[in-house]
């Protein structure tokens, strides 16, 4: 357990600074970029979001596989590493060679092209990145996570003060400093290319990663299939003020990922015979850290008034999300660690299939009777809350641990809604807000207290 919060020390500085430079360049962005500008940066973001399964499960198979073998960790992340740039080598030729097909402007091959590079990129940098969650050496991992942030403030700063920011320089810059770190990475793993047992190592890799692959392929849709409902269907500008309120709650995200990282080689190894009472544990945490997120959004609706005007009709969108994030941390968390560790991909698979199918359906009754973002952010809600009570029942077979968590959340959303919405100062809706969730703070102060933790 010491172990455990030694490592996550390193990943809470890693997550701060990288949640920082998130929040310094998702708002340094709409005030840089004209609105369309801002968009086309955002569709870069989105749809480089989806590169990250292009590794066929080659680099979820290497996690699964090594994630308690940590002796031949290395070893074998060198027999991954030729077979990965290969196939993510061919992939990226054959998907450029299909775009000259289509008659598709310069700007948008270009982006293409881009989406490509980033791709290889960081579907190798997952594979070192996992070798290290397998070595537990999130130290390490998080300085190179921090340094990749530093190099690409530095040289988006450098192009803001020569006034040659646009959104294909955001692009460029955002690829060419993940490049950098790749090769930093590389140098610092002295990881290099094997081709012993070059087959056998890589087909057994593919065989335990496709289901998760597929999972996490899944996920990606799930957690960005709105964005693209918008990216579609409406403007460009619409999609810059939903993709603006989307990137903010990204970074909420980016803590539940974080937390994953983390826990995922503990609870394989160590703890897998008391998972369900860690989890019950750690799911009790998520609730408060959602309570102390909604407080500091008043605060954040404030500056979005004063300091970003056009993109003010954000906020109910954002209202919606936030909302929402209590059931997108613990899914994040707790089902997808649970599932993993569990070997019970199939019936998340099921899961996903089934919230996949439900949004769909949802978003096609929600564009029909009233074709706006606010419905298609409602739908979501929906079906985060669904795939949460779905993933219960598969691990739990029942609600029985989760129905405090659930009524306090309905009773929670409902204030904070009504505060945000019937309330127009952000102080003392922020006040009200931070008095009625006294009984929550005291009630976890005092079972930490009670169980030795402070």
Same mark, same amino acid.
């Given at each position: ?6 490592? !996550? =020390? ?12 998130? $929040? ?5 962005g ?13 569709t ?5 979001? &989806? ?13 699964l596989n ?6 031949? $960790? ?10 990965? =740039? ?6 990226g ?9 289509? +008659? ?25 990145? +996992? ?6 050496d ?15 403030? #530095? ?12 959104y ?25 290319? /094997? ?37 579609v ?18 970074? =909420? ?14 609870? /394989?190894?160590? &703890? ?5 009472? =860690? ?12 309570? @102390? ?13 004063? @300091?970003?005007?056009?993109?003010? !009709? /954000? ?12 059931? /997108? ?7 997808? +660690? ?18 996949? #199918?439900?949004?769909?359906?949802? !978003?096609?009754?929600g564009?029909?009777? !009233? ?10 809600? #929906?079906?985060?809350?669904? %795939? ?39 102080? %003392? ?26």
């Amino acid at each position: 357990m010491i172990k455990i919060f030694k490592n !996550s =020390v390193w990943n809470i500085i890693g997550t701060f600074v990288v949640l920082l430079s998130g $929040a310094l360049i998702t708002f340094a962005g709409p005030k840089v970029l004209s609105i369309e500008e801002f968009g086309m940066w955002r569709t870069f973001i989105l749809y480089a979001g &989806y590169a990250g399964v292009l590794h066929f499960g080659i680099v979820d198979g290497y996690l699964l596989n090594n994630v308690a073998k940590t002796d031949s $960790a290395l070893i074998n992340a060198s027999r991954t590493l030729p077979f990965l =740039v290969i196939q993510q080598i061919i992939v990226g030729i054959l998907i450029i060679g299909a775009s000259f097909l289509f +008659n598709i402007s310069d700007n948008y091959l270009y982006l293409i092209i881009l989406i490509i590079i980033f791709s290889v990129i960081i579907n190798i940098r997952s594979l070192i990145e +996992n070798y290290f969650v397998v070595l537990k050496d999130f130290r390490l991992l998080n300085i190179v996570k921090i340094l990749e942030k530093i190099i690409f403030i #530095c040289i988006i700063v450098i192009f803001i003060y020569y006034d040659e920011i646009s959104y294909m320089s955001a692009i460029t810059i955002h690829t060419l400093s993940a490049f950098i770190v790749l090769l930093i990475m590389i140098v610092i793993t002295k990881i290099h290319l /094997s081709f012993s047992e070059f087959k056998s190592t890589n087909i057994s890799n593919i065989k335990v990663g496709y289901k998760l692959l597929f999972s996490n392929s899944l996920i990606i849709i799930l957690f960005f299939i709105d964005s693209v409902i918008i990216n579609v269907y409406f403007s460009i500008k619409e999609f810059a003020i939903y993709s603006f309120a989307l990137a903010i709650i990204m970074l =909420v995200n980016q803590v539940s990922e974080s937390l994953s990282q983390v826990f995922f080689p503990y609870l /394989s190894t160590h &703890y897998k015979g008391e998972l369900r009472k =860690v989890n019950l544990i750690i799911k009790k945490a998520i609730f408060v850290i959602w309570i @102390v997120i909604l407080q500091f959004t008043f605060l954040l609706y404030y500056i979005i008034e004063r @300091v970003f005007p056009e993109y003010s !009709s /954000s906020k109910s969108i954002l209202i919606i999300y936030f909302v929402g994030s209590l059931f /997108s941390l613990i899914i994040r968390v707790i089902q997808n +660690n649970t599932f993993k560790i569990y070997y019970m991909q199939k019936q998340f698979i099921k899961i996903e299939i089934i919230v996949l #199918c439900i949004i769909c359906f949802l !978003s096609i009754i929600g564009l029909r009777i !009233s074709a706006s973002m606010i419905s298609i952010s409602i739908v979501i809600l #929906c079906s985060r809350f669904i %795939w949460y009570l779905l993933n219960e029942l598969a691990i739990n077979k029942s609600f029985k641990n989760n129905k405090i968590i659930i009524s306090v959340f309905l009773i929670y959303s409902l204030v904070y809604i009504s505060i945000t919405l019937l309330i127009d100062s952000y102080v %003392w809706g922020s006040l009200i807000f931070f008095v009625i969730s006294l009984p929550i703070y005291f009630l976890t102060l005092f079972k930490l207290k009670r169980r030795s933790f402070l």
